[in-house]
């Protein structure tokens, strides 16, 4: 069964760190392109990091750049997005995507885990 389940979201005052962790079970990250999207309230998803399926890319959004790092470890089967000096406006629900390497219409979404930055 094709799963993808994210997991470390919360609640953090500004300025904090949070890692989000995607597990994939179901098929391999390494034949898939890893994304992580977010949707504020409101607001259209948006994609914020992306990493190729060789793992040798990394892409990010222009207002995360610098603040988001995008990771995966092939063992576990997992891809990380590290988040540090949160601001406000990222709070939002971050959503893990795999889109097929050659096959682009098999995709996948995860059921997204709550990012709340506040003070």
């Known amino acids: 069964q094709v799963q993808l389940v994210e997991s470390g979201g919360g609640l953090v005052h500004p300025g904090g760190s949070l890692r989000l962790s995607c597990a994939a079970s179901g098929f391999s990250v390494s034949s898939y392109g890893m994304s992580w999207y977010r949707q504020a309230p409101g607001k259209e998803r948006e994609l914020v990091a992306t990493i190729t399926s060789a793992g040798d890319s990394t892409n990010y959004a222009d207002s995360v750049k610098g603040r988001f790092t995008l990771s995966r470890d092939k063992a576990k089967n997992t891809v990380y997005l590290q988040m540090s000096s949160l601001k406000p406006e990222d709070t939002a629900v971050y959503y893990c995507?795999?889109?097929?390497?050659?096959?682009?219409?098999?995709?996948?979404w995860g059921q997204g885990t709550q990012v709340t930055v506040s003070s």
């Open positions: 995507n795999a889109q097929h390497r050659r096959f682009n219409t098999i995709v996948y």
